[in-house]
T-cell receptor
Framework: ETGVTQSPTHLIKTRGQQVTLRCSSQ?????VSWYQQALGQGPQFIFQ???????GRGNFPPRFSGLQFPNYSSELNVNALELDDSALYLC?????????????FGPGPRLTVL | GEDVEQSLFLSVREGDSSVINCTYT??????LYWYKQEPGAGLQLLTY?????DMKQDQRLTVLLNKKDKHLSLRIADTQTGDSAIYFC?????????FGTGTRLTVIP
């Protein structure tokens, strides 16, 4: 059983650019959640995907968007990058949308926006 | 919205017990969690407790829940240098977790 994997591991972008982050969910998991963790802070919920549909969203602007594919892997896209978008982006997969299912987290890429 | 608070830092000597505290606001949370984060690694679920329990013990870990005061604690017995990490408490939302700011535990050899 493979765990949650994310790519890339580190990246640097400049303000105004766009970025795409990728996540492969754990085998058998159909639900993927994305979290943003700024330096010195706890993770904050961005959104969740279940069976290719968005299933809940946190307090993030529309320039944060996502996709889930038929194999349940997922992408997070951020447009018009701002300096405050610099953070660790964590992906978590779980075997369903029940919030009490254990979520398994990837190591997250660290995004730096200059 | 939900608000989960933790103290930022804790230092203990190797072999001593560590107690990490957390307060939360959502009294309807059914589960409360403790996660561990080491550098370069994802969040690792350490343990969880049902809201109708007062205490849960799992090897060196003891979780205490005071639902009246909305206070959660994690006690690590016989703390080791490998326990140095950031510890997050979390409560469940509609379809997500709400995390505290994290407590950085430093174990002094």
């Amino acid at each position: 059983e493979t765990g949650v994997t994310q790519s890339p591991t580190h990246l640097i972008k400049t303000r105004g650019q766009q970025v795409t982050l990728r996540c492969s969910s754990q085998s058998g998991h159909n639900t993927v959640s994305w979290y943003q963790q700024a330096l010195g802070q706890g993770p904050q919920f961005i959104f969740q995907y279940y069976r290719e549909e968005e299933n809940g969203r946190g307090n993030f602007p529309p320039r944060f968007s996502g996709l889930q594919f038929p194999n349940y892997s997922s992408e997070l896209n951020v447009n018009a990058l701002e300096l405050d978008d610099s953070a660790l982006y964590l992906c978590a997969s779980s075997p369903g949308v029940n919030p009490y299912n254990e979520q398994f987290f990837g190591p997250g890429p660290r995004l730096t926006v200059l | 919205g939900e608000d989960v608070e933790q103290s930022l830092f804790l230092s203990v000597r190797e072999g001593d017990s560590s107690v990490i505290n957390c307060t939360y606001t959502d009294s309807s949370s059914t589960y409360l969690y403790w996660y561990k984060q080491e550098p370069g690694a994802g969040l690792q679920l350490l343990t969880y407790i049902f809201s109708n329990m007062d205490m849960k013990q799992d090897q060196r870990l003891t979780v205490l829940l005071n639902k009246k005061d909305k206070h959660l604690s994690l006690r690590i017995a016989d703390t080791q240098t490998g326990d140095s990490a950031i510890y997050f408490c979390a409560e469940t939302g509609a379809n997500n977790l709400f995390f505290g700011t994290g407590t950085r535990l430093t174990v002094i050899p």
